[in-house]
């Protein structure tokens, strides 16, 4: 299994040498590692260009986060890719355990590991939900990815290793999309390929550094409004497929339409109006929309981080 670790990079001087110093402490070597700087203005390329030709280093003009891993996957020539942001880091054992998983179900086709946040969030208390472990107990790997997702697993770029010619055929990152085009793939992907591979240990570290490439989380992120597109994919699949994707669709709908209540939302009233129509909302989640609207200003952010907690959006 031929393996390509794809870094896309930005402005990431004061990080890019940890990342790749974690890919070079693998236990399992790799077989190439690319580094895509989409057009910095630091000393980015300089840091990139002491570890020679142990790197593949590619230029390009700032596109955004899916330009910049889009022309890296086209110099690629693994077998497999893993992919990292500039910011983040591996354990050693990240793409060992990976590979065990791939290896004991040959039929699997992706595979994405844990991920914590450094500092810890309210969004990743650093284990898996028990249902994800019953799940694990039973298959060894996630039958649904878009069910495992809606269940509030974090799923995050930094711990994923897909098969190259899986994302050729998924059609890549929709470059039009600055955020959320990674999540965007991932529905893409698993309408096809449902099943994944999945490592309940964090293997990787995720860095809330502001300023880089994906960490922007104030607002609807376009991919927010992909999901109307991949909502029309999805009825042309499976039944279980089209149930798991509403699922999903359901909570992230909620959780964006919060962000909207709290008034931090570039989500237009009329593709509120049509959103509300495509996933509409169970009984109390509209009562928790209700609640944030009617709360002062002052706390409400506070309410709506318990509700997060609770509906685990």
Sequence with gaps: MSISVL???????????????????QTHPVDEIVVVNDGSTDTTGKIVARYGAIVQYLR???????????????ETKGEWIAF????????????????????????????FCHVMNVPPTDDNDGEPNGRIRRILRRYGYLPSFLSAAATGLTIQTSGMIIRSDVIKEAGGFDESLPRGGDMDLWMRIAMRYPAVGYAPTAHSHYYNTPGSLVRKYDSVPPGFLKLKNNLFRARGTSLQIQKDFMCYARRISFRYFMILALGNSELSPDDYVEYRRLFPLGFTRNIALAMIR????????????????IYKV
């Excluded at 896309?8 to 990342?19: D, K, Q, S, V, W």
């Excluded at 390009?60 to 086209?74: D, F």
């Excluded at 506070?302 to 509700?307: G, L, P, Q």
């Design 60 to 74: 390009k003009e700032n596109g955004g986060v899916s330009s910049a891993k889009n022309y890296g996957l086209r």
């Design 84 to 111: 990292l942001d500039a910011d983040d880091e591996w354990t050693p054992d990240k793409l060992e355990t990976q590979l065990g998983i791939l290896d004991q179900f040959p039929d699997l086709v992706w595979c």
């Design 294 to 309: 009617a709360t002062p200003k002052r706390i409400a952010p506070r309410i709506a981080s318990i509700i997060r907690q």
């Design 7 to 25: 870094i896309p990079a930005y402005n990431a001087e004061e990080t890019i040498g940890r990342a790749i110093d974690s890919v070079l402490a």
